[in-house]
């Protein structure tokens, strides 16, 4: 299930990574950034299970990594794609806890834990920026200022070597 979650994260690198493109595509630099730093978040996240399996004596095992889409409509759909993921992303994980769990192994179900409410803050800032979208896609303006604020996110390797 571990190695199944490294491979997710390679793919949520890449899908982040081709939105990048597709927002310097639309000319929103802000767009760009926002999602060049999700997808360097995303590879830490796979980093981390590639880390925690090794130390629990497992054996990663890489697999290829399914091709994201690579074109949308507007910032807004690439959002609406995003939370979409970001809820399959959740179930994984929530589905990595209860099998945990399950097993009675307690250390990777406390590992889990800093996933698990990261994916609350993914899901809920995905909707957020949603819903900026949702108001902001008919107005020039609105857009402009939306894509100013995504600009403003950098990234900064998160702590989530807790166990």
Known sequence: ?????INA????????LSMSAQFADLGLAGGQQWM???YKEELVHAQVFFDYLIERGGRVKLEAIAKPAIKWASG????????????KVTALIHDMASLALELKDHAT????QWFIAEQVEEESTASD???KFV???EHAAGLYQLDKELATRVFASPSVYVW
């Open 76 to 87: 807004k759909k690439m959002f609406e794609d995003a939370l979409a993921h970001e809820q």
């Open 109 to 112: 179900y406390q590992f889990l």
């Open 135 to 137: 108001m902001a896609e």
């Open 9 to 16: 994260e390679h793919y949520s690198a890449f899908l982040y």
């Open 36 to 38: 060049t730093t999700q």
């Open 129 to 131: 920026f949603l819903q």
């Open 1 to 5: 299930a571990i190695n199944a979650q």
